[in-house]
């Protein structure tokens, strides 16, 4: 999630500027719903880079049965 910080940073941006400029057409409350879907998911990013740093490096181990 914290490798998505930057893409949920400009997809936020882009759709509040898209949804909340003054625009009129079919589909601005859909923008206006991925703005708010956008927000949340880069706000939880930042808590986790934020919180948990040094977390990045961590692997998948497969565990044998």
Same mark, same amino acid.
């Given at each position: 999630?914290? $490798?998505?910080?930057?893409?949920? &940073?400009?997809? /936020?941006?882009? /759709?509040?500027?898209?949804?909340?400029?003054?625009? /009129?057409?079919?589909?601005?409350?859909?923008?206006? *719903?991925?703005? &708010?879907?956008?927000?949340?998911? @880069?706000? *939880?990013? &930042?808590?986790? #880079?934020?919180?948990?740093?040094? @977390?990045?490096?961590?692997? &998948?181990?497969?565990? #044998? $049965?």
């Amino acid at each position: 999630m914290k $490798k998505y910080m930057f893409i949920f &940073l400009i997809m /936020t941006v882009v /759709t509040g500027l898209l949804g909340f400029a003054g625009l /009129t057409f079919y589909g601005i409350s859909a923008v206006r *719903v991925l703005f &708010l879907i956008f927000a949340d998911l @880069l706000i *939880v990013s &930042l808590i986790s #880079k934020f919180f948990f740093p040094g @977390l990045d490096d961590l692997k &998948l181990i497969k565990v #044998k $049965k």
